[in-house]
């Protein structure tokens, strides 16, 4: 079992950045395979950047390239999302999540455990 525990949320105006951390509690963290999501207010969850485990590998999505950095360090089971140039669309909980089944995944579905969430909201 893993757990996941997400910080460094809150209210910033657009333009602005924001860094949200993800402690796991893994023993072996650097054999996960983590993930960023988000959840908008009337939306689904969404993908916005995963890391493999070594943090060889990094992937975003295209509403966030250029903006927002995912870096892992495993010496302390933690996972980064470094959000810069925020937009108000950002608004929405940012979830941190963990795989071993697979290197790195865009993909809800491959994901087995989640963090509770933090909130990031933009002021436009």
């Known amino acids: 079992q893993v757990q996941l525990v997400e910080s460094g949320g809150g ?22 395979a983590m993930g960023w999501f988000h959840q908008a207010p009337g939306k689904g969850r969404e993908f916005v950047a995963a890391i493999s485990g070594s943090g060889g590998s990094t992937y975003y999505a295209d509403s966030v390239k250029g903006r927002f950095t995912i870096s892992r360090d495993n010496a302390k089971n933690t996972v980064y999302l470094q959000m810069n140039s925020l937009k108000h669309e950002d608004t929405a909980v940012y979830y ?29």
């Open 11 to 32: 209210l910033v105006q657009a333009g602005g950045s924001l860094r949200l951390s993800c402690a796991a509690s893994a023993r072996t963290f650097s054999s996960y």
């Open 96 to 124: 941190c999540a963990a795989t071993s089944r697979i290197d790195t995944s865009r993909s809800y579905y491959n994901y087995d455990y989640w963090g509770q969430g933090t909130q990031v909201t933009v002021s436009s």
